[in-house]
């Protein structure tokens, strides 16, 4: 079998599996902070949370995909194999982290804008009004 080849397959496999793994990870964590930030609506945060999922799983594997080939480059030894590796899968990493950090950067602000929204209400009705002074 060829190197090429095989270096493909380990890159897929072990791309896939981070994937995986980090989705499950926003998947599970995100939820309870998407609760948050919708005012307790679960199945709002719910569908929410399975909606950002697949956004990530698309825009993740699209570049996993598009990042396995290098035409330029034929593997010739086992040493070739592992420096392929590592460059490949450090740009899937980085962009794997870079996703989670714009996910969590966008869903905070979304949470600041609420937090902010509730406390423009005032806590107890006004009882009075007063008129503003002629000086003012």
Known sequence: MDLTVIAYVI????????TVWVARTLSRNGRVFLADVLKGDEKLADAVNHLLVVGFYLVNL?????????PNRLIEDTREIFEV?????????????AMHLGNVYVLNRIRRRGMLAREQVPPVEPQAWTAPSAGA
């Open 11 to 18: 890159y897929l496999v072990v791309s896939i599996g981070l």
């Open 62 to 70: 699209g570049f996993v995909a598009l990042f396995l080939s290098d």
């Open 85 to 97: 590796l590592s460059a490949k899968l450090g740009v899937v990493l980085l962009v794997l982290g």
